[in-house]
């Protein structure tokens, strides 16, 4: 670390506490006499629920919301076992039997290590 880039970053880190920070300490002008009650705390109860309870609830839902189609999805590969889907031939023609068999063997000799594909 340069010298230049070490002091950059010994000024920026006590100048961003003061800035982010330095409102929050800032005195209430108005002062608490003028109506700002903040009435009564949260309980342990209620500071747990809503911090940890309710976080964990909408994190579980979203979960179940990615896992739950997967879980319930149809077959799968497995690795041990055979294949037992019906095979798929992506962008080929629509009767791809009949398509193999009148395929005709062409003349042209393609790829290899030369690269002329």
């Given at each position: 670390?340069?010298?230049?880039?070490?002091?950059?970053?010994?000024?920026?880190a006590?100048?961003?506490?003061?800035?982010?920070?330095?409102?929050?300490?800032?005195?209430?002008?108005?002062g608490?006499?003028?109506?700002?009650?903040?009435?009564?705390?949260?309980?342990?109860?209620?500071?747990?629920?809503l911090?940890?309870?309710?976080?964990?609830?909408?994190?579980?839902g979203?979960?179940?919301?990615?896992?739950?189609?997967?879980?319930?999805g149809?077959?799968?590969?497995?690795?041990?076992?055979?294949?037992?889907?019906?095979?798929?031939?992506?962008?080929?023609?629509?009767?791809?039997?009949?398509?193999?068999?009148?395929?005709?063997?062409?003349?042209d000799?393609?790829?290899?290590?030369?690269?002329?594909?």
């Amino acid at each position: 670390m340069t010298r230049r880039s070490l002091c950059s970053a010994v000024l920026a880190a006590p100048l961003t506490v003061l800035l982010t920070a330095g409102p929050a300490l800032a005195a209430n002008p108005v002062g608490p006499s003028e109506g700002a009650n903040p009435g009564s705390g949260l309980s342990i109860g209620a500071t747990i629920a809503l911090y940890v309870i309710v976080p964990a609830l909408i994190m579980g839902g979203i979960a179940a919301l990615v896992w739950l189609p997967g879980m319930v999805g149809g077959t799968r590969y497995r690795p041990a076992r055979g294949w037992d889907a019906e095979p798929v031939w992506f962008a080929g023609p629509p009767e791809p039997v009949k398509a193999v068999a009148s395929a005709q063997v062409g003349t042209d000799v393609r790829g290899g290590a030369s690269g002329s594909w």
